[in-house]
């Protein structure tokens, strides 16, 4: 077989996926070890056929894969990868760009840049800030962290009880000490009980992981403007909201950070990984990463965008989003984000009116708690039933002490029906 007959058989085999996923069971259906146990201990000493691969694909990992892109995948914060960016993760591996500095691709560098100035004002962001492209939020928050203790000296990182656990794992990493500050009755941090003593940055989140509770921003920029501590702002979900004006409400404050991580591959339509990081202060960053070697040294006067963040290799990342945002454009964005607000205030609106269920965190944006008044077994119980059934996927989270079921909407696949369906599920 030749690339390209092994080529169309791949294609196909992802449009046959993308059509029939949405009858697959959303959580994989399989105990720990099963996968492994049904594939060979040892590799193949001679080369096999690419049509093997797909098979044992179809055959033996599908059962194992738990689907993101299904329509009625509702745990963490649902995702998409769109078919323009899978088609354009397809080129970034053809090309196979390891953008360390600018000659070693000056397109991938420059298109890096590019793009991360257009999805700026498709967001609304403030202007001239310096934008690359990191893998996850993860490691955008471990850049922006060491940045900060660059800039400060400071050993500390404050952050709320509701803050990604990456910002702790961050902090663990650079040697800097977390501070929980505590947090008011709609899940924000609470400003009146911030503490920035000896504090390099201070991680206020826009679109809490449990909730999508919004810290105030504003108050939090005005105690980090006094005190001199960096001002992250984690939007790693709820950012890719402010394509839509409706929603900028949430960017009250953010021309006074100092950083700011809005993850593409959560709800801006772009495969996994692709975590997008603006900062107004890119000197610090670099003062936090470069270094040079001999063997990089070169005389082109152009920026590197591995001074930037921890890896040195870079991948091709930016062209799955030039990608995505070429082809929906700003109004396909919108129309997309919209749609799945419009889907979890409906599915809000069915909780609140059925008896027996409440919702237990106000909604912002798609994302909607809720449980059955009862014991947290019994809310736990649920979940599991649900899960085990395939029929959808949801994840939980606690707030104030009770087990409360999440349903978080984000794929674009996703349809009413699909949110009737999953209505129905829950209530049976
Ligand atoms: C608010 C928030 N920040 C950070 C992260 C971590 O994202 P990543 O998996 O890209 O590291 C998440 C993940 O869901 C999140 O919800």
Not at 18 to 42: D, F, K, N, W
Not at 68 to 86: C, D, H, L, N, T
Not at 155 to 170: G, I, L, T
Request: with cysteine; glycine share 6%.
């Amino acid at each position: 077989m030749t690339f390209r007959e092994d080529g169309a058989a791949a294609l196909e085999w992802a449009a046959r996926y993308l059509e029939r996923v949405g009858e697959l069971p959303v959580l994989a259906q399989v105990e720990p070890g099963e996968i492994r146990a049904r594939l060979p201990a040892s590799p193949p000493e001679r080369g096999e056929a690419f049509a093997d691969v797909l098979r044992d694909l179809d055959e033996i990992l599908l059962p194992g894969v738990t689907h993101w892109q299904s329509p009625r995948f509702f745990a963490y914060f649902a995702v998409s990868a769109s078919e323009p960016g899978i088609l354009a993760e397809l080129l970034a591996a053809t090309l196979n760009s390891v953008a360390f500095i600018w000659r070693t691709s000056p397109a991938s560098t420059e298109l890096e840049a590019l793009t991360l100035d257009w999805t700026a004002q498709l967001l609304g962001l403030p202007d001239g800030w310096h934008g690359h492209i990191e893998d996850t939020a993860s490691v955008s928050t471990i850049a922006a962290l060491a940045a900060a203790r660059e800039a400060t000296g400071g050993r500390v990182v404050v952050c709320s009880e509701e803050a990604h656990s990456s910002v702790e794992r961050a902090a663990r990493l650079l040697g800097l000490e977390t501070r929980k500050v505590p947090i008011d009755d709609e899940f924000r941090m609470r400003a009146d009980a911030v503490d920035l003593t000896d504090a390099a940055a201070l991680v206020a989140t826009v679109g809490t992981t449990s909730t999508s509770s919004v810290d105030p921003v504003p108050a939090l920029a005005d105690l980090c403007v006094d005190a001199d501590v960096w001002l992250h702002v984690d939007a790693a979900y709820a950012g890719s909201s402010w394509v839509c004006p409706e929603f900028r409400w949430s960017q009250a404050g953010l021309e006074r950070a100092d950083s700011l991580v809005v993850n593409a591959h959560k709800w801006l339509f772009t495969p996994m990984d692709c975590s997008l990081l603006w900062t107004r202060r890119p000197e610090a960053l670099r003062a936090a990463f470069s270094l040079v070697p001999e063997y990089l040294r070169t005389s082109d006067e152009a920026e590197s965008l591995s001074d930037y963040g921890p890896a040195l290799g870079r991948r091709f990342r930016s062209l799955k989003l030039w990608a995505v945002l070429r082809c929906y454009g700003r109004e396909g964005l919108q129309a997309r984000i919209r749609e799945a607000v419009r889907f979890a205030e409906l599915f809000e609106g069915w909780v609140e009116a059925e008896p027996g269920w409440e919702v237990c965190a106000s909604r912002h944006f798609s994302l909607v708690c809720f449980r059955r008044d009862g014991s947290d077994e019994e809310n736990e119980e649920i979940l599991e039933r649900l899960n085990r059934s395939g029929e959808l996927f949801l994840s939980h989270t606690r707030l104030a002490g009770r087990y409360v079921l999440r349903l978080a909407i984000g794929n674009e696949r996703t349809t009413e029906a699909d949110i009737h369906r999953a209505w129905q599920a829950i209530r049976a």
